[in-house]
């Protein structure tokens, strides 16, 4: 749901300009939501070993940090649609015509890699008895040196984000 509303609202923040602006504003949402979701995880597991049972349902959405957990994941995916969409769409007006199918091609196939790299990352991370936090700290974490990168990288992005945040204030 949050990447869905995050790809709308590229659409409607973007009207008549390219909504390019928006990556590194996803870029640092999905690091900061992630970190935040680490920690909402971590709070959550030290009140199932609290209560020494798991939270039930009815527990989960009554409690502040089961709360800011969908919060946080709510958030994460707005971000993450705040970063796909125009990542795609830069893609698509960067490349040449003659080439742009094989370099959309060539963008799934990293991304089914990244995905498999981390699938077995978390595997490896939960056969060793690392917890969800831990986890979810890690892809956090590890997250960081891409949005130094975006920041790097496009940098003209970085700049027409913070006009556009100007304005809107």
Request: hydrophobic residues 55%; glycine residues 6%; charged residues 10%.
């Amino acid at each position: 749901v949050g990447i869905g509303l995050g790809s709308i609202l590229c659409d409607k923040l973007a009207s008549k300009q390219s909504a390019s602006y928006l990556v590194p504003l996803g870029a640092a949402g999905m690091t900061l939501f992630g970190l935040d979701l680490a920690f909402a995880i971590s709070h959550l597991s030290d009140l199932a070993v609290t209560r020494g049972t798991e939270v039930n349902l009815t527990q989960f959405i009554t409690n502040f940090h089961g709360i800011r957990l969908f919060f946080d994941l709510f958030a994460f995916g707005v971000a993450s649609g705040f970063y796909i969409v125009p990542l795609y769409v830069i893609m698509q007006e960067r490349s040449d015509v003659e080439h742009r199918s094989r370099i959309i091609a060539a963008n799934n196939i990293m991304n089914a890699a990244f995905m498999v790299v981390s699938a077995l990352l978390i595997l490896f991370m939960f056969s060793t008895g690392a917890q969800s936090a831990h986890i979810m700290l890690t892809v956090a974490l590890l997250n960081i040196p891409v949005c130094a990168l975006v920041f790097w990288k496009l940098p003209e992005l970085v700049v027409a984000c913070l006009q556009v945040l100007k304005l809107k204030n």
